[in-house]
């Protein structure tokens, strides 16, 4: 049997295996990691296998919610510092994003799937990995809600950072040219390993080179209280002139209304009142 369009997997790889059960069976897939780690092609992949099931695609994704928060009138007041998100809005879009959750799965069939990416590192949607007493956590602790950790091998990562650096000059996609560039990549890599050390899983120094054991131990840790499961990934997928941000199928992505952005920046407002609180919540985003 031929692989839908737009399937850039191999027949008989465990890859395909994984996502093509998870586009059968689960309402909510978040990919959790940090950039560089293949989130938007799996994301695309698992898309596409679903809706050859005949599934309609939700998706929830950082880089599309995260610029309506920072355009808005009241965003503005919050703006990137060096091209980096302010801590308001990242708690502010976490804030929405849970009672978007909520809303989107009582009011959708069970038929569809809701695609997300949750990159955790720097309090980037940590919320959804929260046990939170509201209208999400059952979603969100159900065993069909599936939290997967890609962890490329480091050959695999050196490849994906060298993707980055070509697309950045030559980008398939204009989503591309925000994603984040190899030297963001190995700068969010040294905010994990002190993350690890902090938690006790790993003494590795600062300048440690990638390694997929500290990786995959910090999202399991970070994921205690959700349905996770990793991924071990060595597979190139032939995706040289694949933008993972085009689809060939319909999608529609879930995004905060107007009145969700000022409710949500107000309330983050009214949490973190001072700077110094605000800092510590960010500093400290891996707490559960």
């Known amino acids: 049997m031929s692989l839908p369009e737009g399937v850039l997997l191999s027949e008989g790889s465990p890859l395909l295996a994984a996502l093509s059960a998870l586009a059968r069976d689960a309402r909510c897939v ?30 929830l994704q950082w880089d599309v919610a995260r610029p309506a928060f920072e355009a808005s009138a009241a965003g503005r007041r919050y703006p990137q510092e060096a091209g980096v998100t302010h801590g308001l809005i990242r708690v502010a879009v976490g804030g929405w994003a849970r009672p978007a959750l909520a809303r989107w799965h009582v009011a959708q069939p069970a038929s569809d799937l809701l695609i997300g990416e949750t990159p955790f590192v720097g309090h980037r949607l940590i919320e959804l990995a929260r046990p939170i007493d509201d ?3 059952p979603l969100l602790a159900s065993p069909a809600t599936r939290f997967v950790i890609p962890v490329p ?19 398939v996609h204009a989503r591309e040219r925000e994603d984040a560039p190899p030297d963001v990549l190995r700068g969010v890599w040294r905010e994990l390993v002190g993350v690890a050390r ?11 080179a990638y390694d997929p054991a500290i990786y995959r131990s910090l999202y399991e840790r970070l994921l205690t209280h959700r349905h996770a499961q990793a991924l071990a990934i060595d597979e190139r997928l032939p ?29 983050a407002e009214k949490r973190y009142p001072d700077p110094t609180a605000l800092g510590r919540e960010i500093e400290g985003w891996f707490a559960l």
């Not at 902090?198 to 120094?205: C, F, M, N, Q, Y």
């Open 153 to 171: 091998s480091p050959s695999l990562r050196r490849h994906l950072e060298a993707e980055r650096a070509r697309r950045a000059s030559a980008p």
């Open 135 to 137: 209208a999400a956590e």
């Open 198 to 208: 902090a938690l006790g899983i790993s003494d590795a120094a600062d300048d440690a």
């Open 239 to 267: 995706a040289g002139g694949v933008s993972a941000y085009e689809f060939r199928i319909p999608t529609a992505d879930l995004v905060p209304s107007d009145a969700d952005v000022a409710r949500f920046i107000a309330e």
């Open 30 to 59: 978040f990919f959790a990691g940090l950039p560089g780690t293949g989130k938007s092609l799996l994301i695309h992949q698992l898309a596409h296998l679903a809706h050859a099931r005949g599934r309609r695609i939700r998706l």
